[in-house]
């Protein structure tokens, strides 16, 4: 343990004295360095974005030459992707799922679950209301 602090302070030593020794010239010096440094820099970033960015579409231009129908970028980016066989209600219930379509059973019993709930809601929704036209068809009568 004091090794490693007599090591901590020596390097704090050496680098104080080394702002102590330096002589105008030095210092001068010092100040372009960092004044180039904070001057050229947003430009060295714009640089460097640009050449970035080249890479990128580079290797885009290169992974879209694969064959494949779409690039996982693609679906990062939100966009609306048309998955064979999940829109199409019908054809689902219809066909059987076959053993390389992993849950496609599970969906198609989820849909059907969700249509009959909307329908019965649908059914209790409308008989409600026929409930209400009739009391109000009812009040009419009786006045």
Request: glycine share 6%; aromatic share 6%; proline share 3%.
């Amino acid at each position: 343990m004091e090794n490693v602090q007599e090591f901590f302070d020596s390097r704090f030593r050496n680098f104080m004295a080394s702002f102590s020794r330096l002589k105008p010239e030095g210092w001068i010096r010092l100040i372009w360095i960092v004044g180039a440094y904070m001057l050229l820099r947003p430009y060295l970033m714009k640089l460097g974005a640009r050449a970035q960015e080249r890479q990128h579409e580079k290797e885009s231009a290169e992974a879209a030459d694969t064959g494949a129908e779409l690039h996982p970028n693609d679906l990062r980016g939100g966009k609306k992707v048309a998955i064979p066989g999940v829109d199409s209600d019908d054809e689902e219930e219809k066909s059987e799922a076959k053993p390389g379509q992993w849950g496609k059973k599970a969906r198609v019993r989820q849909r059907k679950l969700i249509r009959e709930t909307l329908e019965k809601e649908e059914k209790r929704l409308q008989d409600e209301q026929e409930q209400e036209d009739l009391k109000d068809i009812a009040d009419l009568l009786e006045d």
